[in-house]
T-cell receptor
Framework: ETGVTQTPRHLVMGMTNKKSLKCEQH?????MYWYKQSAKKPLELMFV???????ENNSVPSRFSPECPNSSHLFLHLHTLQPEDSALYLC????????????FGPGTRLTVL | GENVEQHPSTLSVQEGDSAVIKCTYS??????FPWYKQELGKRPQLIID?????GEKKDQRIAVTLNKTAKHFSLHITETQPEDSAVYFC??????????FGAGTTVTVRA
């Protein structure tokens, strides 16, 4: 695998379920990001990690919990989500925080019933 | 926080014609302005970016202009081709990594 990969690609969950999204980057980057992409809305930055430390938490509800165990892996743990949380969740990485292109993964299409 | 407005939301052009997408931003401290292209069902990819110390940047058929005084920047695509059909997102940032995106422009190139 090359670039940024995400699993699963599709996820359907009930409001009482707990699930996790996984992102892995094979680029040797030090920064990783979670974005939410909803139809007809701008991409929303959720979290930023640099060298496994969270540097940005963009007023995201606590039902979304990120985890970055190392610079290659990023998780988004989900619990008690709402139907309005249904969206495409994109992971991205960059070499560092300063002045670098962000490389996106293919996304996880999440549907909350 | 930063607010980025993008227009138009949809754009249809004849193959060979030019396409222009405009964005405005609110934070005068913003100094980094990337443009991403997202083809249907695919991931966003950076196509060009510009920093506030430059007024214009070109890369083959793509160019970006920046007017810091007016706080707006534009993407220009010349000699459009069918493969240019996609959603284009502008973004602005004052610290390089915290990108605020526009809502996107769906570009359709008619053959």
């Amino acid at each position: 695998e090359t670039g940024v990969t995400q699993t699963p690609r599709h996820l359907v969950m009930g409001m009482t379920n707990k699930k996790s999204l996984k992102c892995e980057q094979h680029l040797g980057h030090n920064a990783m990001y979670w974005y939410k992409q909803s139809a007809k809305k701008p991409l929303e930055l959720m979290f930023v990690y640099s060298l496994e430390e969270r540097v940005e938490n963009n007023s995201v509800p606590s039902r979304f919990s990120p985890e970055c165990p190392n610079s290659s892996h990023l998780f988004l743990h989900l619990h008690t989500l709402q139907p309005e949380d249904s969206a495409l969740y994109l992971c991205a990485s960059s070499p560092g925080l300063a002045g670098n292109e962000q490389f996106f993964g293919p996304g996880t299409r999440l549907t909350v019933l | 926080g930063e607010n980025v407005e993008q227009h138009p939301s949809t754009l249809s052009v004849q193959e060979g014609d030019s396409a222009v997408i405009k964005c405005t931003y609110s934070d005068s401290a913003s100094n980094y302005f990337p443009w991403y292209k997202q083809e249907l069902g695919k991931r966003p990819q950076l196509i060009i970016d510009i920093r506030s110390n430059v007024g214009e940047k070109k890369d083959q058929r793509i160019a970006v202009t920046l007017n810091k005084t007016a706080k707006h920047f534009s993407l220009h695509i010349t000699e459009t081709q069918p493969e240019d059909s996609a959603v284009y997102f502008c973004a602005a940032s004052s610290n390089d990594y915290k990108l605020s995106f526009g809502a996107g422009t769906t570009v359709t190139v008619r053959a």
